[in-house]
């Protein structure tokens, strides 16, 4: 099975904690929608005879392209590629463009999931971030999205942002539990370079939460879900039965993926490839026949860190049995000596053999995760 992402990089205005590549240049919508139908056809061999189980439209703001460009994207997916009998196909969306007429035209396109960019149903943290739309707006738009039959959806959550507290996330999630919500994402808020949140840190304009406070309301997360029915099947990603992310799910299992405009990614298993973070770059490669993406090969050391990284993000985990069957019986050695340090205290729990993060790991997962990386000396070495 395999996953087809895009890219559409357009924003109405800028997040002060977002830096992930957008324009807030609308003028070339059309265009784009016209290379990226292009770069589809040219690369309908990579994916093999892998069936596409997920299709995702991601940004930037997906849901300010037409209804139509879905419906093409959707329809060439079909006529290019080997597709699953009921793939999931997930369009993130923000609030202030949910409307009932466009809901409508995004489920004959075939949309099935949308992952509805909320943040916060609390005024003042949309106020700080530079969100276009209220927590009231929030609410109006998952109305829309339950009484117009979207048979999945999801809400994207932000935590940690200044003033925000406990009680303030114990409010958001009680709001997710009224509306009977499947699936929500919750993401601390983290100061990024490049993003305007972290030059004002910098400047001291403004502090966040204290490491000990993140640490609460994170712990908080994780207990208030499971007492709602929630499975914690990824750190920051919670769901009722039958509604896990199959797209993300495939991301974190290794699953090969498309990835399809500019800044988008893609994986066939022995390499990885990203296209160019420039609208402009982009669109002229496409027109002109150039190269618009760079490609890296996977050595062992690679696959093996990769592998590390997502799949101890799950609440599956890794058992040393699955390390030695993928890499061989010199890196599960490596594994089992690198984990021992945290197996069975309070980080790692162990059952069955599977190794897995516990909730207090979770919270502190790139730390525990890079150390089992294997550095940058060679494979041969490792001994």
Known sequence: MAGIYFHIPFCKSSCVYCDFYHTIDLRRMQELGECLQKEMEERRGYLGKEAVESIYFGGGTPSLMAPDFYKKCIDNIKNWFQVDSCPEITLEANPDDISRDFVQALRRAGINRISLGVQSFQDFVLKFMDRRHTAGKAMEAIDILRQEGIPSISIDLIYGSPGYTADHLFQDLHILERFDIPH?????????????????????????????????????????????????????????????????????????????????????????????????????????????????????????????????????????????????????????????????????EVKRGRYRLTNTGMFISDTIISSLFIPNSSIEKLN
């Not at 994170?218 to 797209?247: D, K, P, T, V, W």
């Not at 973070?277 to 982009?282: D, G």
């Not at 760079?294 to 049995?321: C, I, M, P």
């Open 184 to 348: 929500f994402s919750a993401y601390l808020l983290t100061p990024e370079k490049g993003t305007v949140l972290y030059q004002n840190i910098v400047e001291e304009e403004v502090s966040l939460p204290g490491e000990e406070e993140q640490f609460e309301q994170y712990m908080m997360l994780c207990e208030f879900s499971a007492s709602l029915g929630y499975r914690h099947y990824e750190i920051s990603n919670f769901c009722r039965e039958g509604f896990m992310a199959r797209h993300n799910k495939g991301y974190w299992e290794g699953k090969i993926y498309c990835g399809i405009g500019p800044s988008a990614h893609s994986y066939n298993g022995i390499s990885r490839r990203w296209n160019i973070s420039s609208l402009y770059h982009y669109i002229l490669a496409i027109k002109e026949g150039k190269r618009y993406y760079e490609e890296e090969q996977l050595s062992d050391k690679d696959l093996y860190n990769e592998y590390l990284l997502t799949a101890l993000r799950t609440d599956d985990g890794v058992t040393e049995e699955e390390i030695r069957e993928k890499f061989g019986e010199e890196l599960a050695r490596y594994f089992i000596k690198g984990i021992s340090k945290y197996a069975g205290k309070e980080h790692i």
